[in-house]
């Protein structure tokens, strides 16, 4: 019997090349048109895209990403690369070869599909990390492997997790991070979950993604034995004025000291590395807010990122599909 040579290719979100106005624009160009991003009808969006937001919002978005950019470059793309070496490191043994890419800017999906077809792969595993499903993430990265591989004489078996959060590997990773911080820090008065938020609307229209935040955050607070009124539930990143998933998570945090909560954990399953998201909004903006309200300890518990528990839950995942 012949063993497939397999190739898996782990899918992020993506990353500006650098901090400034102009590579964020032209990432903020690329993620913002992409019509599972914003599903207003094209000449409205294009309209609205070049006459107001990519004249402006670059102009703000650089300066939180020189916030998180350090000597490696974007969290999100190194992390993501780090991640991925140790993955490749731990089935390089089977053979498997795992590549990393990007649904916006480098590198690539198409262009690392194209590396795995010179490789001559037989079997092809698309991993988005993603743990929750949503169309505005996991779908458009369905998309981008669907265009590309549309292109091929000889398309190999293809393989594509949609989502990953009822894996009792990753909720017990999370919990397992969230009971380190508090070993190290100290649990503080409540824990926060926060996912990136959608509209609301996309719920309507038959996305899954708010259900899968729900059961998500449940069943990491029953791997930690919590009760009720220790975590809550919110989200993040809310963009326009239409109404986005609640409760929002700067809301909160404003309100919460005058609850009589001073002291949060804050923690993100949603994201599988550390990122602008995590590390500038929640970790330095929303902590503002929440110190500025009246709170005093808001503490962020970092992402899985490159960890040994992270590489063990991809691992594990992967082999469950073979």
Same mark, same amino acid.
């Given at each position: 019997m012949t063993t497939k040579k397999t190739g898996v290719l782990l899918v992020n979100l993506g990353s500006p090349t650098e901090p400034t106005t102009?590579?964020?624009?032209?990432?903020?160009?690329?993620?913002?048109?992409d019509p599972r991003v914003v599903n207003l009808p094209r000449p409205l969006w294009w309209l609205i895209?070049?006459?107001?937001?990519? #004249?402006?919002?670059?102009?703000?978005?650089? !300066?939180?990403?020189?916030?998180?950019?350090?000597?490696?470059? /974007?969290?999100?793309i190194y992390l993501t690369r780090q991640l991925?070496?140790?993955?490749?490191?731990?089935?390089?043994?089977?053979g498997t070869l795992v590549r990393d890419a990007m649904r916006y800017g480098e590198p690539t +999906?198409? $262009?690392?599909? !194209?590396?795995?077809? %010179?490789?001559?792969?037989?079997?092809?595993?698309?991993? #988005?990390?993603?743990?929750?499903?949503?169309?505005?993430?996991?779908?458009s990265v369905f998309d981008a492997v669907a265009d590309e591989l549309s292109k091929w004489r000889h398309i190999p078996e293809v393989r594509f997790i949609s989502d990953y959060y009822r894996d009792p590997?990753?909720?017990?990773?999370?919990?397992?991070?969230?009971?380190?911080?508090?070993?190290?820090? $100290?649990?503080?008065?409540?824990?926060?979950?926060?996912?990136? %938020?959608?509209?609301?609307?996309? @719920?309507?229209?038959g996305d899954p993604y708010f259900k899968h935040c729900e059961q998500t955050a449940a069943r990491i607070?029953?791997?930690l034995s919590l009760q009720d009124h220790e975590w809550r539930?919110?989200?993040?990143?809310?963009?326009?004025? @239409?109404?986005?998933?609640? #409760?929002?998570? !700067?809301?909160t945090l404003q309100a919460l000291p005058g609850q009589g909560i001073k002291t949060v954990d804050i923690v993100c399953p949603g994201f599988a590395v550390d990122c602008l998201e995590t590390l500038e909004e929640i970790a330095i903006a929303?902590?503002?807010?929440?110190?500025?309200? $009246? $709170?005093? @300890?808001?503490?962020? +518990? #970092?992402? !899985?990122?490159? /960890?040994?528990?992270?590489?063990?839950?991809?691992?594990?995942?992967?082999?469950?599909?073979?």
């Open positions: 102009a590579a964020v624009r032209r990432f903020l160009k690329e993620f913002l048109w895209l070049h006459l107001f937001v990519l #004249p402006l919002r670059p102009r703000r978005s650089f !300066l939180a990403y020189r916030k998180v950019w350090d000597e490696k470059g /974007s969290p999100l991925r070496e140790k993955v490749a490191a731990r089935l390089a043994a089977q +999906i198409a $262009g690392q599909l !194209l590396a795995f077809k %010179g490789d001559g792969i037989d079997r092809l595993v698309i991993l #988005p990390l993603y743990p929750q499903y949503s169309s505005t993430t996991t779908a590997g990753y909720i017990a990773a999370v919990a397992k991070s969230i009971e380190h911080s508090w070993h190290l820090h $100290g649990k503080h008065e409540l824990l926060l979950m926060s996912f990136h %938020g959608l509209p609301e609307v996309l @719920t309507e229209w607070a029953k791997q539930m919110v989200f993040q990143s809310r963009f326009g004025k @239409t109404e986005w998933l609640k #409760p929002y998570c !700067l809301d929303n902590k503002e807010e929440f110190l500025k309200a $009246g $709170g005093s @300890t808001c503490h962020y +518990i #970092p992402a !899985l990122n490159d /960890s040994d528990t992270h590489v063990d839950v991809l691992v594990n995942l992967l082999a469950s599909y073979d």
